[in-house]
């Protein structure tokens, strides 16, 4: 099972962009579907996540202005990020909580698609 996220790009400050991320290869349960993002010289950290039965958490600094959604039939989730800032420039990341037939529940990851903000 492997994540192919796209979307990313440049945009300038107060601009918009979609992420969109799917879950592929072989037969396979997912449950939690998250974003992260990383930016230069700084930790990975959680932007938003949602659950396989609609549930979603935000992170403060984005609460307002991103939006998770997913497709379960699709296997996909997405991130409307709205009302952009320079600050949200970083590398956004998609992980999945993947089960498969013979396996307990593990987290993959994405390959991490950038988003550059202008000001």
Same mark, same amino acid.
């Given at each position: @099972?492997?994540?192919?996220?796209?979307?990313?790009?440049?945009?300038?400050?107060?601009?918009?962009?979609?992420?969109?991320?799917?879950? %592929?290869?072989?037969?396979? %349960? @997912?449950?939690?579907?998250?974003?992260?993002?990383?930016? =230069?010289? *700084?930790?990975?950290?959680?932007?938003?996540?949602?659950?396989?039965?609609?549930?979603?958490?935000? =992170?403060?600094?984005? *609460?307002?202005?991103?939006? @998770? %959604?997913?497709?379960? =039939? *699709?296997?996909? @989730?997405?991130?409307?990020?709205?009302?952009?800032?320079?600050?949200?420039?970083?590398?956004?990341?998609? *992980? =999945? %909580?993947?089960?498969?037939?013979?396996?307990?529940?593990?987290?993959?990851?994405?390959?991490?698609?950038?988003?550059?903000?202008?000001?």
């Amino acid at each position: @099972v492997q994540l192919q996220a796209s979307g990313g790009g440049s945009v300038q400050a107060g601009g918009s962009l979609r992420l969109s991320c799917a879950a %592929s290869g072989g037969t396979f %349960s @997912v449950n939690t579907m998250d974003w992260y993002r990383q930016g =230069a010289g *700084k930790p990975r950290e959680l932007v938003a996540g949602t659950t396989y039965d609609g549930r979603t958490n935000y =992170a403060e600094f984005v *609460k307002g202005r991103f939006t @998770v %959604s997913r497709d379960n =039939a *699709k296997n996909s @989730v997405y991130l409307q990020m709205n009302s952009l800032a320079p600050d949200d420039t970083a590398v956004y990341y998609c *992980k =999945a %909580s993947i089960r498969r037939t013979w396996s307990g529940w593990y987290d993959i990851w994405g390959p991490g698609t950038l988003v550059t903000v202008s000001s």
